[in-house]
T-cell receptor, first 112, second 116 residues
Framework: GEDVEQSLFLSVREGDSSVINCTYTDSSSTYLYWYKQEPGAGLQLLTYIFSNMDMKQDQRLTVLLNKKDKHLSLRIADTQTGDSAIYFCAEMDDDSWGKLQFGAGTQVVVTP | DTGVSQDPRHKITKRGQNVTFRCDPISEHNRLYWYRQTLGQGPEFLTYFQNEAQLEKSRLLSDRFSAERPKGSFSTLEIQRTEQGDSAMYLC??????????????FGSGTQLSVL
């Protein structure tokens, strides 16, 4: 079945850039998403990218997609303490829209 | 837009009891999803509704689980004869459900279930 993998933990200093990586196995993945989850809260949609795109930028967030290697990354510029959270990568294909396949999440800790 | 709301936020129950959770989606959203999240994992799809019709159920959804969306608005998820393995965060999400290219899921804060 489909599999989405992420590194478990990332520590970054305030003001630096964070890069969170994700790999997926489903070659029919059409839509890829990044969600943020703060303690005790639900998931907040941060950004998404279609598989026919290589890059998407939205304020401090930059998403890069390497479809050949099935690799997705999220770069957060000028990381702030409020960015400390768990970040989930998720994929969806055209045949199962709405059924997202999530990774296990990357815990990002921002230190002063 | 008040977002997706779920009730209760927390539920503690004894093994064997029945529990019911409620989800109120964003008002104009046609699709409603239930996901389950266990500690240290990402959410896993359970089931979804297009308006009042339940269109798909994951094999994770055993016979003890039942979901309804009677009028195409709010939804309930009931677990009968709860087991300790049911302990998890139950997340509800909604979306417009018009086209795949516009399929952005908005999640609620979840109901944390603890089965003792």
């Amino acid at each position: 079945g489909e599999d989405v993998e992420q590194s478990l933990f990332l520590s970054v200093r305030e003001g630096d850039s964070s890069v969170i990586n994700c790999t997926y196995t489903d070659s029919s993945s059409t839509y890829l998403y990044w969600y943020k989850q703060e303690p005790g809260a639900g998931l907040q949609l941060l950004t998404y990218i279609f598989s026919n795109m290589d890059m998407k930028q939205d304020q401090r967030l930059t998403v890069l997609l390497n479809k050949k290697d099935k690799h997705l990354s999220l770069r957060i510029a000028d990381t702030q303490t409020g960015d400390s959270a768990i970040y989930f990568c998720a994929e969806m294909d055209d045949d199962s829209w709405g059924k997202l396949q999530f990774g296990a999440g990357t815990q990002v800790v921002v230190t002063p | 837009d008040t977002g997706v709301s779920q009730d209760p936020r927390h539920k503690i129950t004894k093994r064997g009891q029945n529990v019911t959770f409620r989800c109120d989606p964003i008002s104009e959203h046609n699709r409603l999803y239930w996901y389950r999240q266990t500690l240290g994992q990402g959410p896993e799809f359970l089931t979804y509704f297009q308006n009042e019709a339940q269109l798909e159920k994951s094999r994770l959804l055993s016979d003890r689980f039942s979901a309804e969306r009677p009028k195409g608005s709010f939804s309930t998820l009931e677990i009968q004869r709860t087991e300790q393995g049911d302990s998890a965060m139950y997340l509800c999400a909604s979306s417009l459900g018009e086209t795949a290219t516009n399929e952005k899921l908005f999640f609620g804060s979840g109901t944390q279930l603890s089965v003792l």
